[in-house]
C-alpha cells in the first residue's frame, strides 16, 4: 500500500469530521494537521484527538504512521489572529 499524501489525509479527515479550517502537511508517513472544527467546543486535548482518530478510523493504523495535529475551536481559532 503506498503512504497516502497530505492531501488524502485532509480528504480523510474532512470526510469524518466538519471542519471549519483543516489543513495538513508531510512526507507520506508524518504529517502535521491544523484542524478547526465547532466539535470540539467543551472539549480537551485529548478527547479532541480522540475525535480526530475517530474520523481516520482504521486508516490511522494502517496508513498513518505518525500525525501531529493542532486542534482549535473556530473561537480559538479567530482568536490567534492572522492566519499564515
Known amino acids: ?22 489543513s495538513v502537511e508531510g512526507d507520506g508517513q508524518h504529517f502535521f494537521a491544523t484542524i478547526v472544527s465547532a ?10 484527538h480522540q475525535r480526530v482518530y475517530q474520523a481516520l478510523g482504521d486508516r490511522m493504523r494502517a496508513e498513518i ?5 493542532k486542534t ?6 479567530s482568536q490567534q489572529g492572522p492566519q499564515a
Open 1 to 22: 500500500m503506498a503512504n497516502p499524501t497530505p492531501d488524502q489525509v485532509q480528504q480523510y479527515i474532512a470526510a469524518g469530521l466538519p471542519c471549519a479550517h483543516l
Open 65 to 69: 504512521h505518525a500525525l501531529s495535529m
Open 39 to 48: 466539535e470540539f467546543e467543551g472539549k480537551n486535548r485529548v478527547a479532541r
Open 72 to 77: 482549535l475551536t473556530p473561537t480559538e481559532w
